[in-house]
């Protein structure tokens, strides 16, 4: 229970339904020196909206603190991957280890059948493939699949997604019907642990490093201009290269190794597929050779159509039936058929 | 579902004694205490009594008493109170690792502000070497703040030997002394304590009370500055209630002590041995003897103690791991890795403190629920297969190493 009203109103319905609920929190983020910080996710005032809520439903709560995990495997991770010169996902990572698997223990730990979370996506039980499928929220909005590609088998039979098939605005119908007083409350948007979207400070402060200064350049390597550090940039921006040229100049590339930032037009942005690592098939053991699908190469991201073809080590190779602008190494790509997640891995390079 | 508490260093029920006597001061005798009519004069009768009977605790004169809202503010008045009535004689603090925050904290704040600082270690018994103590001391050392007895282990210091060295030297010797109050005897005098700080909720009178000794002679400065409440040394309208709740508990924590802490060690120590015999690796954090007798910090390895506390609560079992005032924090103990005992071991820590309402029926029940819990998180425990010789289960990472 994070405070918000997903994860609210979840408790709130499966308690309805007659479930036995336990509320955890988790304490994820110490935000040392700074008693004056309000709002953004997982606050101490975050924790106690969520206290409130599980008093209201005469549910036990406890919170539990996993500042270490969420340090190594969410913030470190986020800053490490900013130096590859990706750009992280500390929201995947943060469900992928934190949810559903350190939290996931805590609930077996206390001999929870389930772990439910306020997600909007659903989890069915296929009886013919003998396994659990992913499917996207019902509220096309809303959905939230894409965050979950990493479950294995084993986490879905143990997850619940209360509000899969009901639209945000359904749920805070019903959070006004429990009388949650967190029911207006705003979505949390921000990365929890940087206050504001000042991430570059963070990195900067978390590094040391204020200032690294490299050559900004075109494709071909003619010098352009200068930038004063590589993770302050994502590819496919436009705005704040900090360059003066004739034409929209666009990220195309981010060369840590060589601490150069490569710049071009906007067709230059353009990618007819890429390499992902570490994939993660959830409607089957592996695709035999290629597959169909549909690839969201970021959450936001209408989806594209393409082929999938394990390449072997955990990886595949994606080719789009059109050019996509901004691939970007550090997020993930996910793969649909339909309603359905078949799988999904993180993306190493553009092709 | 049964209700077992056992986590009184982090609190105490009232006593319904104390409740009956500071009820009037919430009712009739509402009248404030400096007041020269009627309304008054009960009040005022009551802090006297109370002082008196707190006095009686620490066998002090009535005058050499404070009474304040709670511990944590009894040791900022202490440290804060005589550094700065001090600091023209010097600036060096004594204290220890294993201290409460409340001391901790004061004095990390005064190191800020130019003070230093000496914190004295503890050995795997989480006791101080009294030689530290000595070799510690400076020309300009003007405070040594050591706690009676340790929140987390029971520890019991050498405060008699520490009082000694302090006297000797023209150094004000402040003791935190909320866990020893009520639990075991102390005596101001022979102990030679200039200051020393209670709390009444950890004696069976509500939050929002404590008192502080102050040595007659001993300078300090105020933290909070109004009224001529207290002999000008804590300003603010009497928490009459309060006052009149934890002079009761100083008066029967006096009358009950010999008795009570006898039947809590016992309790304890059929706690000890019950889980220790039907749980392996369970290891005592603190001293076997130096130490109070309602106090037992068990480590049992390969668990995380949160998880422990969880499912106890479940059972009904209130425990703790560690002190309450850190729960929530990412660090252990800091008393336990001060101890020098590994993360691993201390992560794993509880703390069970007995009290006035604990029976053997209780103990009984929790040396029946708690080593089912063990068992089943160290089943889900990769390290404590691996060390116990058992194959653990590691099928799953040496898939993906098969390429």
């Known amino acids: 229970m994070s405070g918000g009203v997903d994860s609210s109103t979840a408790a709130a319905l499966l308690k309805e339904q007659g479930y036995d609920v336990i509320g955890i929190s988790m304490k994820l983020w110490d935000y040392p020196d700074d008693i004056n910080r309000f709002g953004g996710c997982c606050t101490l005032d975050d924790i106690n909206d969520a206290r409130r809520v599980a008093d209201k439903l005469d549910i036990p709560f406890y919170v539990v603190n996993m500042e270490d995990v969420f340090s190594k495997e969410v913030v470190d991770y986020f800053v490490s991957a900013y130096l590859k010169g990706e750009t992280p996902n500390p929201c995947l990572k943060c469900n992928q280890i934190l949810k559903f698997e350190t939290l996931l223990k805590k609930a077996v730990e206390l001999e929870a059948d389930y772990l439910a979370t306020g997600h909007y996506a659903r989890i069915v039980y296929n009886d013919l493939s003998k396994r659990y499928k992913l499917l996207k929220g019902v509220d096309k909005d809303k959905d939230q699949s894409y965050f979950l590609f990493t479950m294995t088998q084993e986490q879905m039979s143990k997850i619940m997604f209360p509000l899969g098939s009901l639209a945000k605005s359904d749920v805070r119908v019903h959070a006004r019907r429990f009388g949650l007083k967190i029911a207006e409350k705003k979505e949390s948007q921000d990365i929890c642990f940087v206050s504001g979207s000042q991430y570059h400070d963070f990195i900067a402060k978390m590094t040391g490093v204020y200032e690294n200064s490299g050559d900004i350049v075109d494709r071909d390597g003619n010098l352009l201009g200068k930038h004063s550090g590589l993770y302050k940039y994502t590819i496919g921006q436009r705005k704040g290269i900090g360059i003066a040229a004739g034409k929209p100049q666009y990220v195309v590339d981010i060369d840590a190794k060589n601490n150069r930032l490569v710049v071009g037009s906007r067709y230059d942005a353009f990618s007819d597929g890429l390499i992902a690592r570490d994939i993660n098939w959830i409607s089957m053991v592996s695709p035999e050779l290629q597959m169909d699908v549909e690839s969201k190469i970021r959450y936001r991201h209408k989806g594209v159509k393409s082929v999938v073809k394990p390449i072997g080590e955990g990886r595949a190779e994606v080719e789009f039936f059109s050019p996509e602008c901004a691939v970007t190494p550090g997020q993930a790509v996910v793969f649909y058929k339909g309603e359905e997640v078949t799988g999904g891995g993180w993306i190493e390079r553009r092709l | ?403």
């Open chain 2, 1 to 403: 579902m049964k209700r077992i508490y056992l986590d009184h260093n982090a609190t105490t029920s009232v006593h319904p004694e104390v409740l009956d006597a500071m009820l009037p001061f919430l009712k009739e005798d509402f009248g404030n205490p400096s007041s020269i009519h009627w309304a008054g004069r009960n009040p005022k009768k009551a802090i006297d009594k109370a002082r008196e009977q707190v006095a009686y605790l620490f066998n002090c004169d009535v005058s050499e008493i404070i009474f304040t809202s709670c511990g944590s503010e009894g040791d900022n008045l202490a440290i804060k109170g005589t550094v700065e009535a001090k600091k023209d004689k010097g600036s060096h603090i004594i204290t220890t690792k294993v201290e409460h925050p409340a001391v901790l904290n004061t004095c990390k704040y005064l190191e800020k502000t130019g003070f230093e600082v000496t914190y004295l270690d503890v050995d795997s018994y989480g006791m101080i070497d009294i030689e530290q103590v000595k070799s510690s001391i400076t020309p300009k050392t003007i405070l040594i703040s050591i706690m009676f007895a340790n929140n987390e282990t029971g520890v019991i210091f050498p405060v008699e030997e520490i009082g000694k060295i302090a006297k000797g030297r023209n150094i004000v010797f402040h003791t935190d002394a909320v866990q020893a109050a009520g639990k075991i005897p102390f005596n101001v005098k022979k102990l030679n304590i200039d200051i020393a700080v209670i709390s009444g909720h950890k004696l069976y009178a509500p939050k929002g009370i404590g008192a502080t000794y102050l040595k007659r002679g001993v300078r300090l400065t105020p933290l909070i500055h109004g009224g001529h409440h207290e002999r000008n040394r804590r300003a603010g309208t009497e928490n009459v209630a309060g006052i009149a709740a934890i002079g009761k508990a100083c008066e029967i924590a006096v009358r009950d002590m010999k008795d009570e802490s006898e039947r809590l060690a016992v309790l304890r120590d059929r706690l000890h041995k019950g889980l220790a015999e039907k749980i392996p690796h369970v290891k005592l954090n603190g001293h076997p003897e130096k130490r109070l007798p309602n106090t037992l910090n068990l480590s049992f390895e390969f668990v995380e103690g949160e998880s422990l506390l969880l499912n106890l609560d479940m059972k009904g079992v209130a425990a703790s791991s560690g002190s309450a005032c850190t729960s929530g924090s990412l660090e252990p103990s800091h008393v336990l890795v001060a101890m020098g005992i590994p993360h691993e071991v201390s992560h794993g820590s509880l703390r069970f403190s007995l009290g006035k309402d604990n029976t053997a029926e209780d103990i009984d029940y929790v040396i029946d629920v708690l080593p089912p819990i063990v068992e089943r998180m160290r089943s889900m425990s990769p390290l404590y297969e691996a060390s116990t010789g058992k194959a653990a289960n590691i099928s799953f990472a040496a898939d993906n190493c098969k390429h």
